[in-house]
């Protein structure tokens, strides 16, 4: 058994009378867009700080908690916050939160992220669903020696993001009048916004949106056997796209303005699961 799956095993045995339930699913809520935790009926909460070796949240807009209840009937486990490889964590304790929800039982993991619009076609405010994904420099989770109890060496990634999900989010957009565009998330390291040169590289790769997050979570995600759907809020146009200073206030400002259309989209797709033969 690998140093790491002990590390996750012991973190797990410290909060595990503390769960009130065995989740379902998951759902990773990113910069700016925790109040919807918030708003549900919570049964249970644990700060990450509580949790022995467990990496915590420093950046503003990430409260870095684990937040349990139920919505529309599913167990549900929410990050509300999570941390970043530009915090100066390493890889795997980056993905540890993932990992630990797969061993808590989530078996569905919905990602959420605020990114930079790189499509020309999006604004402030888009909404994007997530149907594939670019690693940019960013290191692998899975380099080093395998987890066996989570996959298999070599994982396939050809579905990251799940095609059933992603039909149940479009409806959910649909029935709420929202409108959701599509695209593929690009992650680089952070914490500095992009060049303008390294966005229309990102432009030529096929990348719809940029961040600093989500796609090395989606990676160890996929690799634990999650079935995974992704959205990203478009805080703000990139580097070159956009006029004027990046900034983070941008980010949170933005990512308010859209909680009541993000809450709405999640909260139906939610219940569009819920009504899945057999999910509960």
Known sequence: ???????????????????PFTPKAALVLGSGLGDFAVQTDISAAISYKEIPDFPVSTVEG???????????DIPMVMMQGRVHYYEGYSMQDVVMPIRLM????????????????IDRNFKSGTLMMITDQIS???????VGENLSEF????????????????????SAAKSQNI???????????????????EIRMFESMGASAVGMSTACEAVAAKHAGFEICGVSCITNMAS????????????????????KQFSALIDT???NLSKEEDFI
Do not use: C, W
């Open 179 to 197: 409108p959701l565009s599509e695209g593929v998330y690009l992650q680089t390291t952070g914490p500095n916004y992009e060049s303008p040169a």
């Open 269 to 271: 797709f939610f219940l």
């Open 1 to 19: 058994m690998s140093s790491i799956y002990l590390k996750l095993q012991n973190a797990y045995e410290s909060i595990q009378g503390k769960i």
């Open 240 to 259: 070159g796209i956009g006029s004027g200073e990046l900034k983070h206030d941008e980010v949170q400002e933005t990512a308010n303005k859209v909680q």
């Open 151 to 170: 996959g298999t060496r070599f994982p396939d990634m050809t579905e990251i993001y799940s095609k059933r999900l992603r039909v149940l989010l479009k």
């Open 136 to 142: 940019s420099f960013v290191p692998s989770p899975l």
């Open 62 to 72: 990430h409260n870095g908690r684990f937040i349990f209840a139920k919505i529309h």
């Open 102 to 117: 797969k061993m808590m039982g989530a078996d569905i993991l919905v990602l959420t992220n605020a990114a930079g619009g």
